[in-house]
């Protein structure tokens, strides 16, 4: 299955949530977009923190595999 997706889809998605987000947040007292507005943040740099965690295990794994795939000849 083909998982590559057309950059100006996901540039057109992302703006299209961005505008969900700002027409529910109107809806909201000042109080809790500020919450929102947070957590928001919070969330994201969460993210972040789990992708750059994640890389660093898989790079940490990929060379763990790649030693363990070595293996001692002796040659007569």
């Not at 969900?20 to 972040?48: C, D, F, G, Y």
């Amino acid at each position: 299955m083909n998982t590559f997706f057309h950059p100006e889809f996901i540039r057109k998605m992302c703006e299209a949530k961005r505008l969900q987000m700002e027409a529910l947040e109107t809806l909201m007292p000042e109080n809790v977009r500020h919450h929102l507005s947070v957590i928001e943040k919070e969330i994201k740099e969460l993210l972040v923190e789990c992708l750059m965690n994640d890389s660093a295990s898989a790079k940490t794994a990929g060379q763990n595999e790649a030693r363990r795939n070595v293996h001692t000849i002796t040659i007569d």
